[in-house]
């Protein structure tokens, strides 16, 4: 069926749009991170699926992505609730 061969696909782009409308709420490190937390954990391999490396590369990216883009291209991300 559609959904069967889509499923992944349809997934990922209703995260996508969860994540976009989130960020403003509660902010760019912690919507991010939330985000590719759950995109790591549905595109994984179901066998292969290792919480440590996941969370821990979660976190990299997103604050890494937070520190880069603020600090030296002067991007302002939302804040949100938790670091106003």
């Known amino acids: 069926s ?3 061969e889509y499923k992944f696909v349809i ?3 209703l ?10 709420y509660i902010g760019f490190i912690i919507s991010t991170s939330v985000y590719l937390l ?3 954990w549905l ?3 179901r066998k292969k699926k290792n919480i440590p ?4 590369m979660t976190l990299f990216i997103s604050v890494g992505a937070f520190y880069f ?3 030296y291209l002067s991007v302002t991300f939302p804040a949100g609730i938790f670091f106003e």
């Open 69 to 71: 883009f603020t600090n």
């Open 15 to 24: 995260l996508f749009f969860f994540y976009v409308i989130t960020m403003r």
């Open 38 to 40: 759950a995109s790591q």
């Open 53 to 56: 490396v996941i969370i821990i």
């Open 43 to 45: 595109l994984s391999d």
């Open 2 to 4: 559609f959904y069967e």
């Open 11 to 13: 997934i990922t782009v």
